[in-house]
């Protein structure tokens, strides 16, 4: 794996564990007002998914490019 998929993964994964915490009731982060700490975990969340669908999958037109070469020196599944 390269750098950039280890940091993605990992900070996807820390959303996800803050985003079961504040289910839970739990609070990963010092804030005493519980709309204010659900809304920020709810936002970290949206974005670090949405950075890691976009980093990892082939949406933009380079990596469109990038999926055909990839295909034709048979280097995808």
């Known amino acids: 794996m390269d750098k950039g998929t280890i940091v993605r993964t990992s900070t996807l994964l820390v959303a996800l564990i803050n985003q079961i915490l504040v289910i839970y009731h739990k609070s990963p982060l010092p804030i ?46």
């Open 32 to 77: 005493k007002d519980d709309q204010l700490e659900q809304l920020i975990s709810l936002l970290f969340t949206f974005v670090t998914s949405g950075v890691a669908w976009y980093k990892n999958n082939y949406v933009t037109r380079r990596g469109h490019q990038q999926k055909e070469v990839l295909k034709q020196a048979n280097l995808t599944k």
